[in-house]
């Protein structure tokens, strides 16, 4: 069974940094894109960041472009977000996502994603 499970999500102040992970289990990702969703409350969700199965290959949404950093290790089968200079705009609870087929690319879009996990909160206090 493919599981998915973030952490890392808090409550922080405004101008504060956390850093997600996401461990992925019941099979290797080493060879798919991975990406982070956000959805907030009465909003749809979001995408924020997705990286390409080496590393070579990284999307950003505008909104966190300067801000967060996406990054994977594929011997943890682990991929990280690294998110600086936080908003209370950023509130939202993040998901993780993993592709089932090999692309060398890292899309945006979550139709493109199989796998998905259960969601961390984020809350930056103003």
């Known amino acids: 069974q493919v599981q998915l499970v973030e952490s890392g999500g808090g409550l922080v102040q405004a101008g504060g940094s956390l850093r997600l992970s996401c461990a992925a289990s019941g099979r290797t990702f080493s060879r798919n894109a991975m990406a982070w969703f956000r959805q907030a409350p009465g909003k749809e969700r979001e995408f924020v960041a997705a990286?390409?199965?080496?590393?070579?290959?990284?999307q950003y949404a505008d909104s966190v472009k300067g801000r967060f950093t996406i990054s994977r290790d594929n011997a943890k089968n682990t991929v990280y977000l690294q998110m600086n200079s936080l908003k209370p705009e950023d509130t939202a609870v993040y998901y993780c996502?993993?592709?089932?087929?090999?692309?060398?690319?890292?899309?945006?879009?979550?139709?493109?994603?199989?796998?998905w996990g259960q969601g961390t909160q984020v809350t930056v206090s103003s």
């Open positions: 990286i390409n199965w080496s590393g070579g290959m990284t």
């Open positions: 996502a993993a592709d089932s087929a090999f692309w060398p690319r890292a899309p945006v879009s979550a139709l493109e994603y199989d796998y």
